[in-house]
């Protein structure tokens, strides 16, 4: 089945402890990228990375990091967490750039 | 910048209603426009989308017009069920942006009784 997962669902953590959120599809898409939803402000775009080796920032990178090593990876990276970091974290993925984005089910932080 | 306004939620509404979902947007150039929608639990899927003026997307029942001249992509359905209970996102791509970045309304909650 064609899919998009993330992993943890859910987490709970404390401020500065360094943590990782995996997104992993299975599609052979070339574009990921990662978004945080909170309420009322929709989605907002964190990075995204157009294919191995290629990240750039979206609307709201501050505190995050990524990487691309592998096509099919795009793990978001919390160095030191921060209480504003609470969120529920989405990525996407799709075939190329300007093509339909494909959405995992989500990852809700909470960092305490 | 770019943005997208939809009405705030939640819709609450009787099964076989009619639904309407406003959604503006503001952007330079001719964006691409989509609704996404998101069921208790899940991640957004596509709803519909469309990609230049005067299209209309259409799915599972739910219309969208692409009306260039009042900015506008609301989202319509004739009669709707209890499945249909979700979140539903506007959003939009524009064509100058970096990347494939969507950019999001807030959201609209639709809540449908028996």
């Known amino acids: 089945e064609a899919q998009v997962t993330q992993n943890p669902r859910y987490l709970i953590t404390v401020t500065g402890k360094k943590l990782t959120v995996t997104c992993s599809q299975n599609m052979n898409h070339e574009y990921m990228s990662w978004y945080r939803q909170d309420p009322g402000l929709g989605l907002r775009q964190i990075y995204y990375?157009?294919?191995?080796?290629?990240?750039d920032k979206g609307d709201v990178p501050e505190g995050y990091k990524v990487s691309r090593k592998e096509k099919r990876n795009f793990p978001l990276i919390l160095e030191s967490p921060s209480p504003n970091q609470t969120s529920l974290y989405f990525c996407a993925s799709s075939l190329s750039l300007k093509e339909t984005q494909y959405f995992g089910p989500g990852t809700r932080l909470l960092v305490l | 910048g770019d943005s997208v306004t939809q009405m705030e939620g939640p819709v609450t509404l009787s099964e076989e209603a009619f639904l309407t979902i406003n959604c503006t947007y503001t952007a330079t150039g001719y964006p691409s426009l989509f609704w996404y929608v998101q069921y208790p639990g899940e991640g957004l899927q596509l709803l519909l989308k469309?990609?230049?003026?005067?299209d209309k997307g259409s799915n599972k029942g739910f219309e969208a017009t692409y009306r260039k001249e009042t900015t506008s992509f609301h989202l319509e359905k004739g009669s709707v069920q209890v499945s249909d209970s979700a979140v539903y996102f506007c959003a939009l791509r524009a064509p100058q942006r970096a990347g494939n970045m969507l950019t999001f309304g807030g959201g609209t909650r639709l809540m449908v009784k028996p």
């Open positions: 990375s157009m294919n191995v080796e290629v990240t």
């Open positions: 469309a990609t230049k003026a005067d």
